[in-house]
């Protein structure tokens, strides 16, 4: 029984993680990125000021 019930959650895996693949593959095709954005040249400068006035306390 047990080994029915893993073989039933192992499809359903198998089907979640190609559905969201066929997802991805359209978002992109939609010219979609995924993750965070990137920050601009002057905020990076600014956070590594930052950071190196901090760690020469």
């Known amino acids: 029984m047990f080994k ?3 073989a039933f ?3 359903e895996c198998d089907i979640i993680r190609e559905r969201v ?3 991805l593959e ?3 095709a939609r ?3 995924g993750g ?3 920050k601009s040249e002057k905020v990076r ?3 590594l000021t ?3 006035s901090k760690s020469a306390r």
């Open 36 to 38: 965070r954005p990137r």
């Open 9 to 11: 959650a192992e499809f």
């Open 50 to 52: 930052m950071y190196e």
């Open 26 to 28: 359209a978002a992109r």
């Open 4 to 6: 029915m019930f893993a």
């Open 21 to 23: 693949l066929n997802g």
């Open 31 to 33: 010219g979609r990125k």
């Open 45 to 47: 400068k600014q956070v």
